[in-house]
């Protein structure tokens, strides 16, 4: 009688810590889910915010960016890193095709790997995840000639095909 007591209460207990380990897994899996969810979310309302930050971009190169336009533009700009947006895509950058997307493509001798030379449009992520390649100019370093070898002295010299 005592063992099948004993018995019963180790399968209930057993059953207990399965329930409680399938439990935890589930709370687990939800609250990624969620975050996930969240994280989507922000993504999609900064990628939708995207053009307004081309167009102040636009307007302090312009110099237009003053006055009270200009403190709630940076304003924008700093709520926005704050939720994780990172711009990216500069003059120098060594160009990456994950993150730039090539617009224009040249030579140059100033450069020692393919770089970009001007951004058209800043790209942004989040999180690690690209929201928006940056669109831009690529020079590639100019592949200098290897130097001829010098003509053999003791050799003739190449024949005439032409019947004069």
Same mark, same amino acid.
């Given at each position: 009688?005592?063992?099948?007591?004993?018995?019963?209460?180790?399968?209930?207990?057993?059953?207990?810590?399965?329930?409680?380990?399938?439990?935890?897994?589930?709370?687990?899996?939800?609250?990624?889910?969620?975050?996930?969810? *969240? /994280?989507?979310?922000?993504?999609? @309302?900064? =990628?939708?915010? +995207?053009?307004?930050?081309?167009?102040? %971009?636009?307007?302090? $190169?312009?110099?237009?960016?003053?006055?009270?336009?200009?403190?709630? *533009? /940076?304003?924008?700009?700093?709520? @926005?890193? =704050?939720?994780? +947006?990172?711009?990216?895509?500069?003059? %120098?950058?060594?160009? $990456?095709?994950?993150?730039?997307?090539?617009?224009?493509?040249?030579?140059?001798?100033?450069?020692?790997?393919?770089?970009?030379?001007?951004?058209?449009?800043?790209?942004?992520?989040? %999180?690690?995840?690209?929201?928006?390649v940056a669109q831009v100019a690529v020079a590639?370093?100019?592949?200098?000639?290897?130097?001829?070898?010098?003509?053999?002295?003791?050799?003739?010299?190449?024949?005439?095909?032409?019947?004069?």
């Open positions: 009688m005592i063992e099948s007591l004993n018995q019963a209460v180790q399968e209930r207990t057993a059953d207990l810590q399965r329930l409680k380990a399938e439990y935890d897994n589930y709370r687990r899996r939800v609250e990624r889910d969620r975050q996930l969810i *969240a /994280e989507q979310a922000t993504g999609r @309302l900064l =990628a939708g915010l +995207l053009p307004t930050l081309d167009d102040i %971009g636009r307007a302090r $190169d312009h110099g237009d960016l003053e006055g009270p336009f200009k403190a709630v *533009a /940076e304003s924008l700009e700093v709520a @926005l890193e =704050a939720l994780g +947006l990172e711009r990216f895509g500069a003059v %120098g950058d060594e160009f $990456d095709p994950v993150l730039h997307e090539a617009l224009m493509h040249s030579y140059r001798g100033d450069v020692t790997a393919p770089t970009c030379v001007q951004v058209f449009r800043s790209g942004y992520s989040m %999180g690690g995840r690209v929201l928006r590639e370093p100019v592949d200098e000639p290897e130097p001829a070898e010098p003509a053999d002295a003791d050799a003739p010299p190449p024949a005439d095909d032409t019947d004069a």
